[in-house]
């Protein structure tokens, strides 16, 4: 894709998604999910901010809506990163590796690619996480009238933090440094303790709704 | 929104996710949760029907790949559908209500509509489980060098499905019809049960990945 993400179309990039080439995949799928739940939280807080009715709730809930939009930006430009990330590691793959020098270079540079490319869905993983506790932080404090949509907001930011997970896990997989596998793991699971915040979320929101 | 969503930018798109306009909203996130399944699962599958190797796969996977495509067509659909649902809805809601007769005509038309825009939410619903389906059936029946966008696909599609299914629980509330309602939450509750073999595949991709 030569477009940025921001001007492809829905059909274009879906299509893209669907064929064999390598990029956009799994990881572009993950910021799109973080990047809508953002614009759901965002949706709840404009729709809570502009009624008189829940003034109490502006301060934070204004707070909420500027940090899901820059979540939301971020999240788009991390699909360009992901993508990035990706072909440079398919590049390394291509690197030579006849003479014992190239073989030593090669292994440099995949190895370097490899914890590029497992940050970037770390990256990834941290919005997504950020928008489940933003999710999480507008039950009681917005609009009753649009509660689903937090859920809504909860279970896309969920489905970003796990597929973020899965792609850090097999990038992580590959890695043989043992002191960056170790950091770099455990900030995947710190992000991914927020799954469980975000399916709680969703049961919070059909208990309210009576469901 | 004036463009099919299939021809809308990404950015435009997500802009009016995150703004106060009624549409697009939890619905239209829910659809596209469940086309972004679809695709990954036509991408698993065009990265395996592309391989020899995998040739005693290739008939399962092409009846998959057919399928998701279909699915992820339809969900872009139903992107529109479910905003014109929440549209007639929201226009039952502004019916006269002065005489008695008035009140009876927009008593029936909200109850119509509220139905319309349920059925809607479950069609996304039912999509979604069908995508979490194909996803698990391509495990250990597909390409292993892309099985991480099984568990991306099948993440994406339980996004779609609790979307959808917390849309449904919330047009159901207001439903006071108890056969349809009977039956309309009997349809929800059986698609529903996808969600549990959908975190199956990300919990069976992880262990494959060694996670």
Chains 1, 2 share one sequence.
Do not use: C
């Not at 807080?45 to 809930?61: C, D, F, K, M, W």
């Not at 932080?137 to 907001?153: C, E, H, M």
């Amino acid at each position: 894709m030569t477009k940025p993400t921001h001007d492809e179309t829905i059909g274009a990039w879906l299509d893209a998604l669907g064929s064999a080439a390598p990029a956009p995949g799994g990881g572009a799928a993950a910021a799109m999910s973080t990047a809508m739940g953002a614009a759901l939280v965002a949706m709840v807080a404009n729709l809570t901010i502009g009624r008189q009715s829940y003034a109490e709730h502006h301060p934070h809930v204004t707070r909420v809506r500027d940090e899901a939009d820059e979540l939301r930006t971020r999240a788009v430009e991390l699909v360009a990163q992901d993508a990035e990330a990706f072909d440079a590691l398919m590049a390394t793959f291509r690197l030579p590796k006849v003479t014992d020098a190239d073989k030593a270079a090669r292994a440099t540079a995949i190895r370097a690619a490899t914890v590029r490319a497992t940050e970037v869905s770390i990256d990834i993983a941290a919005a997504a996480a950020r928008v489940v506790g933003l999710a999480e932080s507008l039950l009681g404090r917005s609009n009753p009238s649009v509660v689903s949509d937090i859920a809504v907001a909860a279970a896309s930011a969920v489905a970003g933090l796990e597929s973020a997970g899965v792609n850090a896990d097999i990038n992580l997989r590959s890695l043989r440094d043992v002191d960056v596998k170790t950091r770099l793991t455990a900030e995947v699971e710190r992000h991914r303790l927020q799954v469980s915040a975000g399916r709680s979320v969703v049961d919070a929101v059909r208990k309210e709704i009576g469901a």
